[in-house]
């Protein structure tokens, strides 16, 4: 049995088209499992605590195909990003204090015809982001109908129009 699983998956690095194809068909199916796991939240929203599941899955998984890493350690260790993505999102539905150590906290970049400075150097952010990021989603170089603009946690920049 064991003789069959090395010649169809290989060992080390030293694979052939058809080992390193088995692995990687097995790799898909181990990170569908993995994602079923980690929730639609890690690949949803695309905020950057999500997006550290996503990159190191990529990372650590690609290691199994071409042989770089043992495949059962590698699997292994990659279930345990995802266990930790989940118990730290856990904790973040939990504790308002862990969400905002880990998710970050939105920042209101202008209101009512006036940039924030302090909001914006926290940020990051100059008023020309500002400015694009209002183009970007009204289509419109003039501020006069935006009532505020928030720049989220996941990074995007939203846009609060004045009433009519």
Request: charged letters at 20%; glycine letters at 8%.
């Amino acid at each position: 049995m064991m003789d069959a699983i090395y010649l169809l998956f290989g060992q080390g690095r030293d694979l052939d088209p058809l080992q390193m194809s088995l692995r990687a068909f097995v790799v898909f199916l181990v990170t569908l499992v993995l994602i079923r796991i980690s929730g639609r939240r890690s690949f949803g929203k695309r905020s950057p605590f999500d997006s550290v599941v996503v990159i190191l899955l990529g990372a650590t998984l690609g290691r199994a195909i071409v042989g770089a890493s043992p495949f059962v350690a590698t699997v292994l260790a990659s279930l345990m990003i995802v266990v930790c993505h989940r118990v730290l999102a856990w904790a973040c539905v939990r504790s308002s204090v862990i969400e905002r150590l880990i998710g970050g906290v939105e920042r209101e970049v202008y209101h009512n015809g006036a940039f924030n400075e302090r909001e914006m150097k926290a940020a990051l952010m100059t008023r020309n982001d500002v400015c694009e990021s209002v183009r970007q989603k009204t289509g419109s170089r003039s501020m006069d109908k935006v009532a505020a603009a928030i720049l989220e946690r996941n990074g995007d920049v939203s846009v609060i129009h004045k009433d009519q």
